[in-house]
């Protein structure tokens, strides 16, 4: 069964910087995905790396965050620049077994990280 640690999150001030780290005890997956929950919203994905290294992004992290991988690591990283307020939220990784594709649609994965707190403050 795969295992997902997220960490990297922390408090961070409005165009900061940061970047998490998700470390998958196994290599058996094809995509990796990032969500995020703000206070009070459902999660939204919001980033995804398929097998293929293809990222995906929404709109209003687009310019902003990149997603990447270190094999020898087992570890993807979401690096995000120019935070504001609204990125605040728990942010989770997830990991699909089977995907030709990525998706940030939740359904698509099927082991879960527990979060890592981010807050940007104005």
């Known amino acids: 069964q795969l295992q997902l640690v997220e960490s990297g999150g922390g408090l961070v001030q409005d165009g900061g910087s940061l970047r998490l780290s998700c470390s998958v005890s196994?290599?058996?997956?094809?995509?990796i995905g990032w969500f995020r929950q703000a206070p009070g919203k459902e999660r939204e994905g919001i980033s995804c790396?398929?097998?293929?290294?293809?990222?995906q992004y929404i709109d209003s992290v687009k310019g902003r965050f990149t997603v990447s991988r270190d094999y020898a690591k087992s570890t993807v990283y979401l690096q995000m620049n120019s935070l504001k307020p609204e990125d605040t939220g728990v942010y989770y990784c997830?990991?699909?077994?089977?995907?030709?594709?990525?998706?940030?649609?939740?359904?698509?994965?099927?082991?879960w990280g527990h979060g890592t707190q981010v807050t940007v403050s104005t």
């Open positions: 196994d290599s058996a997956y094809s995509a």
């Open positions: 790396l398929s097998s293929h290294d293809t990222p």
């Open positions: 997830a990991a699909a077994l089977f995907a030709a594709y990525c998706s940030v649609v939740e359904t698509s994965y099927n082991y």
